[in-house]
């Protein structure tokens, strides 16, 4: 009754908040064996994702992991909306582009293919991303298939086995709200700031030096 009166606690926290006082009239309690069927139900967590079953790149551009991070709250100053992040699996150097809307990826799918083949003198063989239309479009489904990359498509509703652009994109985007929280500059700046760190060697995310990347 106790248990199903504090919104299904535990055992454990009932009898520390007897033996606290932290409750009026609260009887002693004694730690159960039963299992709550209701607890069993509402706070069954999903089976994580084993890590030994993910296939893990031993060259470079072997498999590039992607992913579209936006919209922002406020466009920026370049009247973007948008940025992905293109991650090599092996060394994780990661790329960035700007993107006023999502379906310019397979645009600059290309110019990064063509740009990172070119500098590492390796071929891109796989390509891992979530089930977005902007990776599913006929048009990219047949470039991929006539250069012989293999793309790797997440399930639906499954970032897990996206983990690491998911993870990154989250470290940017952290870092980038930080940075203008910290400096009291307007949203419209977001893009300075991933730009700016993405040239910084002390972060998790790098880019080549020279003219910044866009989809323009």
């Not at 454990?12 to 064996?33: F, N, Q, V």
């Not at 250069?147 to 509703?157: A, P």
């Amino acid at each position: 009754m106790w248990h199903k009166r504090y919104g299904h606690f535990n055992y454990a926290t009932l009898k520390s908040m007897y033996e606290k006082g932290l409750t009026k009239d609260l009887p002693e309690i004694s730690l159960s064996k039963e299992v709550c069927e209701s607890c069993q139900m509402g706070k069954v967590h999903r089976k994580s994702f084993p890590k030994n079953a993910t296939w893990r790149a031993t060259k470079k551009l072997e498999l590039v992991h992607t992913d579209v991070c936006g919209p922002m709250q406020a466009s920026s100053l370049g009247h973007n909306k948008y940025f992905v992040l293109f991650i090599d699996g092996l060394t994780r150097m990661t790329w960035v582009y700007f993107l006023s809307n999502k379906f310019q990826v397979f645009s600059v799918f290309k110019k990064f293919r063509a740009f990172a083949e070119r500098q590492s003198g390796c071929k891109l063989k796989a390509l891992r991303s979530d089930n977005g239309g902007e990776y599913t479009s006929n048009e990219f489904n047949k470039y991929c298939e006539d250069m012989g990359i293999d793309h790797k498509l997440t399930i639906s509703y499954s970032p897990e086995q996206n983990g690491i652009s998911e993870k990154k994109n989250r470290i940017v985007v952290e870092i980038t709200r930080c940075l203008l929280l910290e400096k009291k500059l307007p949203q419209s700046l977001w893009e300075e700031v991933v730009y700016t760190k993405s040239m910084d060697g002390k972060t998790p995310i790098k880019a080549w030096s020279g003219i910044r990347p866009s989809a323009k």
